[in-house]
């Protein structure tokens, strides 16, 4: 799992025909921490199957902006540069491993 490091690295990844995981969330922000060791434990389970990455919305608010991330942590499911499901708030890894196996379909 690798931390989003520019809009433009964001952008890239989102033209390449991947499906991604995208993690909106704040070192301050204790939800955040608590879903935090989930997200990295299915990073490692989906390896190479799901790109799965985080997005610090301190360092980049016009991303918050842009996908209208409201509350943290929020998760974007994307399958084909589109957004197709998302979650808010922290949530039970069998809720997120339903989600990401049905981004594989």
């Keep these: 799992m690798r ?3 520019s809009a433009e690295e964001l952008e890239n990844l ?5 499906v991604i995981m995208l993690d909106f969330y704040a070192d301050t922000c204790p939800p955040c ?3 935090m060791p989930i997200v990295e434990k299915l ?3 989906y390896k190479g199957k799901i ?3 985080k997005v610090d919305v301190h360092k980049f608010p016009d991303l918050r902006t842009k996908y209208g991330i409201g509350s943290i942590p929020t998760l974007l499911f994307i399958k084909k540069s589109e957004i197709v499901d998302k979650t808010v708030g922290v949530v039970a890894e069998s809720v997120l491993v339903e989600k990401l196996d ?4």
Excluded: G, R, S, V
């Design 14 to 18: 989102l033209k390449e025909d991947k």
């Design 102 to 105: 049905n981004l594989l379909k």
């Design 33 to 35: 921490q608590a879903i």
């Design 43 to 45: 990073a490692d389970e």
């Design 3 to 5: 931390t989003i490091e």
């Design 51 to 53: 790109d799965i990455q």
